[in-house]
């Protein structure tokens, strides 16, 4: 795997700043899935709105177009809030082992070991 840009602060286990900034990173992606999620609703409704008020076929073409991009933003939204809480808690889970550790880092061989 890879060498996070955050592999040299490994060494330090986090304090209680430390913890409180994870925790609104957690709220932060939260917020930014539903702020995804209401832009992917709002999309579709305004697709359907459009299908259904229009008088003209361009316009019904770009409501057409609209649903089916609510529903590409939602899944992108959804993609990124799992990829970012996935990195998250596995930072978090690493901590905590760390911390059980008396502080020194778990070498990635016993870090497989353990799961």
């Given amino acids: 795997m890879a060498a996070s840009i955050y592999s040299r602060f490994v060494k330090d286990p986090l304090i209680l700043r430390d913890e409180l900034a994870i925790d ?20 579709a409704i305004a697709g ?4 259904h008020f229009s008088q003209e076929s361009w316009f019904w073409v770009v409501g057409l177009m609209c649903i089916p991009a609510g529903v590409v933003v939602s ?3 959804i ?9 998250i808690r596995l930072l ?9 550790n008396g502080g020194e880092p778990i070498q990635s061989s016993e870090r497989n070991a353990e799961r």
């Fill in 48 to 51: 359907v709105t459009m299908t």
């Fill in 75 to 77: 899944v992108i939204g």
């Fill in 92 to 100: 978090r889970e690493q901590s905590a082992m760390d911390s059980k």
């Fill in 79 to 87: 993609a990124r809030y799992r990829k970012m809480d996935r990195s």
């Fill in 24 to 43: 609104r990173t957690l709220l932060s992606n939260e917020r930014t899935l539903l702020a995804y999620l209401r832009s992917g609703v709002a999309l």
